[in-house]
Nanobody
Framework: QVQVVESGGGLVQPGGSLRLSCAAS????????MGWYRRSPGKERELVAV???????NYADSVKGRFTVFRDNVKNTVDLQMNSLKPEDTAVYSC?????????????WGQGTQVTVSS
């Protein structure tokens, strides 16, 4: 099992910046990937950014060049630095963890933190 603590959401004006943080803990064998997803009203949950073990970060096309994801494999944390925010970035952002227990892999999403981009 895994638990996550998410922080950093809030209200920001267009063009502003926010940094989201997530810390994972629990009883699992290993973490295979960490990242962030988001869900806007009336839309499906979508990948924002993810870092898988041994791989480069993967970003949604809509955030490339504006968002940067950082992962600390020792502390089991993942941060999302969001710059040049747009109103269409408004969503609930959830921390994502892919972890293993034995030969079984699990996907877990946190409850999320609200990001609102508005003037």
């Amino acid at each position: 099992q895994v638990q996550v603590v998410e922080s950093g959401g809030g209200l920001v004006q267009p063009g502003g910046s926010l940094r989201l943080s997530c810390a994972a803990s629990g009883s699992f064998w290993s973490i295979n990937a960490m990242g962030w997803y988001r869900r806007s009203p009336g839309k499906e949950r979508e990948l924002v950014a993810v870092i898988r073990n041994g791989a480069s970060p993967n970003y949604a096309d809509s955030v490339k060049g504006r968002f940067t994801v950082f992962r600390d494999n020792v502390k089991n944390t993942v941060d999302l630095q969001m710059n040049s925010l747009k109103p269409e970035d408004t969503a609930v952002y959830s921390c994502y963890v892919c972890f293993s227990e034995g030969d079984v892999r699990y996907d877990y999403w946190g409850q999320g933190t609200q990001v609102t981009v508005s003037s």
